[in-house]
């Protein structure tokens, strides 16, 4: 308003005018939950990844038929079989005012190596030569097949904003899991997107970054302010009221009317997620019996949990590697037989069951809760009686990563759209050192499996590499290393004249940035 009044002391009423039509653009978004933090490498988590595509940029990012394109890195060259050459955009400023340079990719990497939750996925990354301010090679310890599938989790950090003690004397670049730290509670990125607000598990407000260097984009939204409603009824009715202008994610059992009404679009996309159950070996000795562990897989009827829980909105899985990934054995089925899970417990000495922990969340994925208590149910069959509690994920994944429960529950989104970070991250033998294994609740370990992945991940014939991961699928399978229940299809509301479709894709990091209001 200050602008209007200022033109129209000036007497230029047609600008006036145009200023008033160009009002500021407020889209009002509600997802089941918010970040759990504002530093981008403390938590590898879907949330985590949609708050750094709003405040940061990758050096590449996926488009929605999964290509790559270009984004803080403009281009790119094989230097030689380890070493990748990339050139950074020129002109690129940070929130804070800082100027982008390789030395903050570089810093960065540092960073993702040392964290508990990245450095897995960079364990063949050995290091970041700068060349010069817009220069870097990327440098592996041996061929990889998956070095831009790797590189769009790179989001460079503003390493002079992040370097320093705060006034308490804390390191500013301080990675703290779960905890109070400078870059938990601080951002500058350079991304479309400032936080100016956040009140956690309340609102966040985004502005518009001034200075954002993508001035290409048809992205004209000038702030969003994120709600988080964990119940999705609730989330659907603000949408379907016009509380809200984005949702995510639609519940199964509230698609048709968000389809059905004339002021909402419905966004549909199949998923990659697989959601599993993870059985803590260490805890519970039966569970360290594969006959145990194929039994509570029997148990677990799949297709009813997708038929009547998920009202059809989900994939029936039997492995972790959806089809169209090279891991993907379409040999391997779901299993579901209840005769032949007792038949199994009594074979393993267990004819009379046991008790089971079991923990999940009750606002990360799709009826989780109700999935959690169906799953439950059915194990009651084969005598084990589960004591379960759900919780929403704000304090389940401190609980997860404290292996409280005997069985909990653990969905996954390959992070480099491969089959090998599935049991990179979820089944691996847990390494401290290399970061493999840092969400296996269950303490599995089978050295072939991992010897597989290895050798899969140094392989670039991509038949012999889908060799070696079908063979990784199976043995996971034959010794049911976790409970695969279902891939997680993708849906989203928006009201219309929101253009959500053009934004969102099937890692499910809407690209604000880029969206288009009318």
């Known amino acids: 308003m200050n602008q209007f009044i200022r033109i129209a002391a000036a007497g230029v009423m047609s600008l006036a005018f145009g200023a008033m039509a160009q009002a500021e653009v407020t889209v009002k978004v509600a997802y089941d939950a918010d970040p759990v933090s504002l530093d981008p490498h403390e938590q590898l988590s879907g949330g985590t990844l949609q708050f750094s595509h709003m405040s940061f940029d990758p050096l590449v990012r996926w488009t929605q038929d999964l290509q790559f394109e270009p984004r803080l890195a403009t281009s790119w060259e ?280 079991m923990m999940a969340p009750n606002n990360r994925y799709v009826n989780d809760d109700k999935i959690a208590q169906a799953v439950a149910s059915m194990l009651a069959k084969i005598n084990i009686k589960v004591d379960l509690q759900t919780m929403p994920k704000a304090q389940y994944w401190p609980a997860f990563d404290e292996r409280a429960a005997d069985m909990m529950m653990i969905g996954w989104h390959s992070d480099t759209e491969d089959s090998a970070n599935f049991h990179q991250f979820l089944s691996h033998c847990f390494n401290e050192e290399t970061g493999n294994g840092q969400y296996n609740s269950g303490n599995y370990c089978n050295e072939e499996a991992d010897m597989l992945m290895a050798k899969a991940n140094s392989e670039t014939d991509s038949e012999k590499r889908a060799e070696l991961l079908q063979q990784m699928e199976t043995i996971l399978y034959d010794e049911a290393a976790f409970i695969p229940l279902h891939w997680q299809n993708l849906a989203w509301g928006a009201r219309k004249g929101v253009h959500a479709e053009s934004i969102v894709n099937a890692l499910n990091f809407p690209y604000f940035g880029d969206l288009v209001v009318d």
């Open 78 to 357: 094989q230097i030689d079989e380890n070493t990748t050459r990339f050139h950074l955009r020129e002109g690129v400023k940070f929130h804070s005012g800082n100027m982008l340079t390789a030395a903050d990719v570089d810093w960065t990497f540092d960073r993702l190596k040392e964290s508990p939750d990245f450095k897995g996925i960079f364990s063949l990354f050995t290091d970041v030569k700068v060349i010069d301010d817009n220069t870097f090679d990327l440098i592996t310890s041996e061929p990889y097949p998956l070095v831009l599938h790797t590189v769009t989790y790179i989001f460079p950090m503003d390493s002079k904003f992040y370097s320093g003690t705060t006034d308490d004397g804390k390191d500013r670049a301080e990675l703290v899991k779960h905890g109070d730290s400078f870059a938990s509670r601080n951002v500058s990125g350079t991304g479309p997107f400032v936080v100016t607000s956040r009140e956690q598990g309340v609102k966040m407000v985004f502005d518009r970054f001034d200075g954002y260097w993508d001035t290409e984009t048809a992205g004209n939204v000038d702030q969003i302010i994120l709600t988080p409603i964990k119940e999705s009824p609730t989330r659907v009715a603000a949408l379907l009221s016009g509380d809200v202008d984005f949702i995510a994610p639609v519940p199964p059992t509230d698609l048709a009317r968000v389809d059905e009404n004339e002021g909402t679009n419905l966004i549909t996309m199949p998923g990659t997620r697989i959601i599993t159950f993870q059985m803590n070996q260490d805890r519970v000795e039966a569970l360290k019996d594969a006959r145990v562990r194929k039994a509570i897989d029997y148990a677990v009827n799949n297709a009813g949990i997708v038929d009547r829980i998920m009202r059809g909105f989900g994939t029936v899985g039997a492995q972790a590697s959806p089809a169209g990934y090279l891991g993907h054995n379409a040999d391997l089925t779901p299993r579901f037989d209840v005769a032949k899970a007792k038949e199994l417990m009594a074979e393993a000495g267990y004819a009379d069951g046991f008790e089971l922990t």
